[in-house]
């Protein structure tokens, strides 16, 4: 009995030498110890406003291979592909990002905004080439056409393409349309073309100079690139940005393009000319839409635009005459002039599609 008391001491005082102090020795089946778990510490999403902002940390989903993009500005982190998620927003202050955002009222205010600016730089022009310029009669003379109506026009010209730099736009103008046409839209960019043909044959050319023919289609080609790159441009982009329908597009960017004209007013033309120009000019407004959706271009429409002031001007003899003359090729102006009008009636209940942008996509 002596000895196997003194074996189970010396077995216990050897357990007790390898075990630290203050830990017992788990009795019965082994356990496993899980291990410790690393803490890690989250990094915010938001990136600060005085530091350049660095690519977006991409981290791998548990649940499957899809990557997760944090994005600037966003509450939440969204599955890159997904319909909710959102494109990365500028860090521009709030005021300057607010008023870039694409709606009606952006567009309303761009071309208040290019009238205000054309009209101011129209009257400094009048006032400075005072004695070049024919105030009662504009067309009189070709410096009176390229000073009085040409060049203020082409000045607003050049203020719209920085604007539409600006605001990354140009690209998407003067590129392809990313919306295809419908067999029937060419009637519209037609009945354009047959009334150019009937001004040409209707124009009594021996009233006119050289000089001032030539600056008739110099002042055209200004009024063709400025108005369709405020309407067809600017305007239809933003509404398109907006996520609007294309019927949506169509017709309040040929109203806008229609209410422009309403400024000659100022100029003193007649309210009940006035009232007929903007009739026409809806109903032209969309043609020209119609003829940049089949064409898959704006450039149609800036050169039918080009072509049909010029030769509506010198076919009616004036800015502010009615179309048409006791000619075979007034008549016929005249009845296509109404033929376009209705079928520009017409046209705004049959104009169909929505632009689709990236986040609109399914997720793959």
Known sequence: MDIIEALNLAGSSALNKQAPE????????????????????????????????????VSLDNNSARAR??????????RAGSPRYHPPMTHERGDVARWRRPSVWLAIGLLV??????????????????????????????????????????????????????????????????????????IGPGLVLAAIIAHL???????????????????????????ELATRGLAVQILRDARHGERFVAVVSSLLFALMHTVN????????????????????????????????????????????????????????KAVGSTSAGGAIAALV???????????AFLVRGTVRTPEDSPAA
């Open 113 to 186: 905004a290019y009238l205000v600016f054309y009209l101011l730089v129209a009257r400094l022009i009048t006032t400075i080439f005072s004695d070049r310029i024919d105030k009662d009669n504009v067309l009189s003379s070709a410096s009176s056409i390229l000073l009085g109506v040409a060049l203020p026009i082409a000045i607003g010209a050049i203020a719209l393409l920085v604007v539409a730099t600006r605001l990354g736009m140009l690209g998407k103008i003067f590129g392809r349309q990313p919306i295809r046409g419908r067999g029937w839209m060419w």
């Open 22 to 57: 203050n830990t017992s020795i788990p009795s019965g089946p082994a356990m496993s110890i899980p291990p410790r778990k690393r803490c890690v510490k989250r990094e915010s999403l938001e990136p600060a406003c005085n530091r350049p902002c660095l690519p977006p940390r």
């Open 337 to 347: 002039t109404i033929a376009l009008i209705a079928f520009g009636a017409v046209a």
């Open 265 to 320: 007013l100022i100029s003193g033309m007649a309210l009940s000319t006035v009232g007929a120009t903007v009739v026409y000019t809806f109903a032209f407004g969309m043609c020209m839409y119609l003829a940049m959706r089949v064409t898959g271009t704006i450039w149609a429409a800036i050169v039918l635009h080009a072509l049909t002031d010029p030769t509506t001007f010198l076919s009616s003899g004036g800015l502010d």
């Open 69 to 78: 993009v944090p994005v600037p500005g966003a509450t939440s982190v969204r």
């Open 201 to 227: 044959t209707g124009t009594e050319w021996n009233s006119w100079t050289g000089g001032q023919i030539v600056a008739m289609f110099v002042l055209g080609a200004c009024v063709g690139v400025t108005e």
